[in-house]
């Protein structure tokens, strides 16, 4: 494994994070418990600390599991959780006020059974709430060492800017891949020169750059394939399948080649990897064994 600092800090951060949102099995069609502790001890074991989870990700489930791969080993693993997403009566609501962050953080503990978030990140934006009350909150939490770091996800750039003016934000979580490049035009230059590490998800298309999928299945209405990762359709599933074909052209897995082009981008902090198993870990742990040459960034604007 390769490991970068984490702003500000000497603290190792693995290049390769362990996704999480696929545990619980919510949005990716089941998913086996067993497996996915197996999956994020398999992660620990070979160097991959950086762990990424959310109590949005089935409704808890995750950073459940989470906390029992982590067990009796703590402190190999580097946690980043979320809040921001509130659950009620079957529906989700945004909702970063400083009373609800407060209350998640406390229930993102328990589930996971620690003592402290490495990461605390709010999920998405909350229009109702200004972003600085929300920081406030985030401030009050790390002072009373429940968090060490700060982060944010799927903020704009004015939401970010905004957000850095009242806390110190260490990073960016944000979509990233071959296949949804938008950050490059403002977030990540915007990361790079201001110390701000991104957290790229996404970076597999949801599995479809992983080229797997030669007749697309049909998911259920809430599977993340279908309501978030948009690559599966129409004209967007014309261009995953010829980047997979261009992909194919090089003699190296496919999931390596789509981590590998994400964790090499300038401004990079780690690449998420979703996985269900141990099987898929060590698939996407080998991404950060080798460096693309140069010849490979074919897709470069
Ligand atoms: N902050 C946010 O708003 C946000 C949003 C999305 C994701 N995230 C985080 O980022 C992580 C990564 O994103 P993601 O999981 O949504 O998508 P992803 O990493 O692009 O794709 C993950 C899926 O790809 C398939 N896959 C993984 N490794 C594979 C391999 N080696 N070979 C073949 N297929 C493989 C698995 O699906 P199957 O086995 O089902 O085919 C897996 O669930 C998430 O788990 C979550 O922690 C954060």
Redesign the pocket.
Known sequence: MKYVDFPGTKERISVI???????GGEN??G?DDRACVAAAGEALALGMNFI???PF?ADGR?EELVGQAVKGQREKAFIAT?CGLVRENGRVRHDLTPASVAREAEQSLRRMDCDVIDLY?C??PDPATPVEKTMEAFLKLRAEKKIRHIGV??FDLDLLKKACAVAPVATL???Y?LLERGIESGLLPFCRDNGIGV?A???????I??G?YVKMPSFGKWD??RM??HHFEGENLKKAQKLVKQMQAFDL?L?QVALSWVRQRPGVMTV??????V??VR??AGAADFDLPDGFNVWSR
């Open positions: 994070g362990l996704g999480t949102w696929v545990f990716w069609g998913a990424d989870t959310a990700y995750s979320k990140m999920h998405w996800s799927n979580e944000v979509q891949s957290i998800y996404g970076a597999l298309g949801g599995g750059l992983t797997k993340a394939r978030f990762y897995p999931n998420l990897a979703g996985c269900r198993d099987h898929q698939e996407n």
